[in-house]
């Protein structure tokens, strides 16, 4: 079944700001001058590390032989600040976390089953609506008599039965033909127009849906290709996508109006109401049996035949158990979903996860790199080492620790949503099972 609403959760990050740096302006200006890199503001917290520009050999673009030729021309002033040898470093080796960060922020921690609301509560996917209709055969012939009783009686009763334990929030109809006039030649004509919908698709109500069953007796003859023609405009706003319509043939023999039931209800499979019919051969001969059979096939049904009250009940109570089956096979798969969903959203963060902690490894090589050779071509004194030292790895502590810290959260986050879709669905399950007890 296709059933579920999309969860929306945002995980709020803090205010990220902007540092706006011209990398053209860092390689040179018009008048062969270097612009000092320590004139720019040195990032230090991790919303500045992800969202400064790259440095000038960042990615691909990095070439040590060419850092290292940059390095030498660093402004002589700057060897005995660590804080500028910090920031001219950062600008021509610092990575381009922006594209990956973007990914990362965006990550939406949603188990998504279905429609998605837009006021980002989580919602457990709905049962796909189910529709029953019930075609009853009225004939004259139903008024015979079988073990248990008059066939129209048992029947009544069975359906009677059998619609008030389907779910609260399935609809059931009920259709009625060959209930008017006689099953005499003189009458003809009128029982086999006959066709009426006595209980329009709606929920159950006891009351109204006993009414709807007193309304007629079997008395005409038996137009039960016209019936099921009836059936499809019952049905024709009952379609889409997660809609479920069930079509009950309850008849004791074959059509008797001249009319292609078969016929009927392979137009009404291929109409795009997408039926079930459940063809209830209700003590049929051979004959009957036949085209019943034919009929419930072209629909993709089945036929049962039944001789007596407790054949009849006994069916009917099986389609009990099958709906019931619906719904553990609907709060199943909403937990497999679930789950697999979960499985998906946790390899795409570990992903995202994974290339910003590559980006950030490559980066403190790249820096240490160009800090030794600094100290090598005794550019730098070795307290500045020391210094520079400790703002590179406090660099790498504050993006480390956040992108771990922040990709648990969004695991957790992840985690709790699966869960809270799966206890959903027990609980939606077992709520509408106990309307079947």
Known sequence: ????????????????????????DQAGSPDGKKQEASDQPVPKTFEEIMKQPPGKYAGDKYNQAAVEKELDQMPKEYANDAEKVYSYINSLVSEDYQPLYQKFRSFDPN??????TPDGKIEIPRL??????????????????????QKMDLAKEAVRNFVSSVPKEAKVSLRVYGHKGSNQDKDKQLSCQSSELVYPLSTYNEAQFESALSKFKPTGWTPLARGIEEAQKDLASA??????????????????????????????????????????????????????????????????SVNSASDLKEYLEAEKE???????????????DAGKEWGKKRVELHSVHGK?????????KHMRIARDYLERQDIIKSDIRKQLTELISDRDEVVGNTLRERSRELADTLKQIEKQVKVKANETRDKNLSTLD
Request: charged letters at 20%.
């Open 128 to 149: 796909e609506q189910i529709n029953v209709e019930i075609i009853l055969d009225a004939s004259g012939s139903m008024a015979g008599q079988v073990s248990g009783g």
């Open 1 to 24: 079944m296709k059933l579920f609403r999309t969860v929306l959760v945002v995980l709020v990050l803090p205010t990220l700001l902007l540092i706006a740096c011209n990398q053209k």
């Open 111 to 116: 188990i998504s089953v279905n429609n998605a």
């Open 356 to 364: 910003l902690v590559s980006l950030r490894l490559l980066e403190m």
């Open 322 to 336: 099958r709906v019931k089956s619906e719904w553990e096979s609907w709060a199943l798969h909403t937990r497999v």
């Open 239 to 304: 379609q889409g996508e997660g809609v479920r319509n069930i079509i009950y043939v309850v008849s004791d023999g074959i059509e008797t109006c001249g009319g292609d039931p078969v016929k009927a209800a392979q137009q009404l499979k291929d109409s795009g109401i997408k039926p079930v019919i459940n063809i209830v051969g209700f003590d049929v001969d051979d004959a009957g049996q036949r085209q019943l059979k034919q009929v419930a096939s072209a629909a993709d049904g089945v036929y049962k």
